[in-house]
């Protein structure tokens, strides 16, 4: 059996669900609507390298403790069919779907609906809850850049496996921050890459594509 891994977002999705989300809430006047410049500023802030992965997912989870959970729920069914179902690409699906025969998950900083891909398995941050409310905190690591690989070896482990024992292991990102992660797998894959990934991939010879 192979491993594949994907990122979801700005890879298998042509946006990002944290940014979508935020300014989704600025939209229904539940965040405040100054949050849509500090939502801009700290995606530019991750992708630079100048916000921890810990200071980006408070960040957005700052703004769910003052929403009960069946407010945020009802949001969310809204918010995959109007925002993140028109950024699902086609050729994503189809890539997913070459892996069939292979283990599949897609690892990623915050929790999307990977069952939309057809995916059984979701290795992801895990937000922190108390009494049935979000805390505005998380439980563990960030599931994102070094996060990423102990998180997907914790998973496996739970299954009695390592990445060692895959003699072909994937991973799709578009993301110089998944950096880590594509040193760790087999077959490394830079889709629809940033500038700096771009590079990396062009010198180390890793292979690049495009879903879009």
């Keep these: 059996m192979k491993l594949a891994l994907f990122d979801l977002d700005n890879t298998l999705l042509s946006g990002d669900t944290d940014v979508e989300w935020l300014d989704f809430l600025v939209e229904r006047g539940a965040a405040p609507r100054d949050a849509a410049r500090a939502n801009e500023e700290m995606d ?7 916000a ?13 403790p003052p929403h009960d959970m069946a407010a945020l729920l ?8 109007t925002k993140i179902k028109p950024l699902m690409l086609p050729a994503a699906q189809r890539l997913i779907a070459s892996h069939r025969a292979d283990l599949v998950a897609i690892i990623t900083a915050t929790e999307p609906i990977a069952a939309a891909f057809g995916v059984e398995h979701l290795i992801a941050t895990e937000p922190q809850t108390r009494n049935g409310r979000f ?12 996060g990423k690989i102990e998180h997907l070896e914790r998973w496996l482990a739970a299954r009695g496996m390592k990445v060692a024992d895959f003699a072909e292991s994937s991973f799709y990102s578009d993301s110089i921050n998944d950096r880590p992660l594509l040193e760790r797998v087999t077959h490394p894959v830079a889709v629809d890459p940033d500038a700096r990934l771009a590079e ?10 495009t879903l879009r």
């Design 44 to 50: 530019r802030k991750y992708r630079s390298g100048d």
């Design 52 to 64: 921890s992965p810990l200071d980006y997912v408070r960040f957005y989870l700052s703004y769910y």
């Design 74 to 81: 009802a949001w969310r069914e809204e918010f995959f069919k």
């Design 135 to 146: 805390t505005g905190d998380i439980v563990g690591a960030p599931c994102m850049r070094e």
């Design 200 to 209: 990396i991939a062009r010198l180390r010879g890793w292979r690049s594509l």
